[in-house]
């Protein structure tokens, strides 16, 4: 009997600017249903009794190749949607983290997201991070370059201490639109992960579809390199 316990859930939220195209609408439409389903997903997983952190792909370091108006477009969102969220992270008990580079961003929106991170810090139901301008190969190589100027020894304990997102293996990930990549995303805490690809649009995607993953995750069986 399998006992797998799911701590840490990785979303690749993919698939707006298809949803948005099959309705007849414009990409940024797909961007803003997509990021209500953010809302719906992360108070489920606030709820849920073994879930301690949800990291969602928001925003890659390649998605500055977009156009103009669509990187400009998701930074107000961003900005919009963490304004909106706040209330609900004090109510749920959700502490806020961002990952990624995020030193390529607007003052203000730096200075947004660094506020709610210290309003957030001491709350316990559930931790949110949000990766942005995010690569793996980038953390990895920023790890490693602080570590080089400490003068530590280069380990797999040292390199996960330094990374944007420290003493957190993914248990599973899950990657809409159907498309099977990993995409440069958390690639040193993915390791071991349990990967599940579903052909929903991210704006199409909720609770009950997450529910049936989880459960099929419970039963799969994770031998980590064992046997
Ligand atoms: C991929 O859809 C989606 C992203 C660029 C990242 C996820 C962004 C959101 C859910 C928007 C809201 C985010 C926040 C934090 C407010 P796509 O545009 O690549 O879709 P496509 O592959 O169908 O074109």
Known sequence: MSNNTLKHLALIMDGNGRWAKQQGLNR????EAGAEVIRHITTYCATHPTIETVTLYA????????????????????????????????????????????????KTLRDQINSIEEKTKNNSSLTQVLALNYGGRDEIVRAVNTII????????SSIGM??????????????????????????????????????TLWPDFGTAELITIIDEFIQRTRRFGGI
Do not use: C
Not at 28 to 31: A, D, E, L, Y
Not at 70 to 76: C, I, Q, S
Not at 85 to 102: M, P, V
Not at 164 to 173: A, E, F, H
């Open 28 to 31: 940024t439409k797909g961007h």
């Open 59 to 106: 925003f890659s370091t390649e998605n500055w190749k977009r156009p103009k108006y669509e990187v400009d477009f998701l930074m107000k969102l961003l900005a919009r949607y963490l304004q909106s969220e706040l209330k609900t992270y004090q109510e749920e008990n959700i502490r806020f983290i961002a990952i990624g580079d995020t030193s390529k961003f607007s």
């Open 149 to 156: 100027k400490n003068g530590q020894e280069v380990t797999e």
């Open 162 to 199: 330094e990374l944007d997102t420290p003493y957190q293996d993914i248990d599973l990930l899950i990657r809409t639109s159907g498309e099977r990549r990993v995409s440069n995303y958390l690639l040193w805490q993915l390791s071991y992960s349990e990967l599940f690809f579903t052909k």
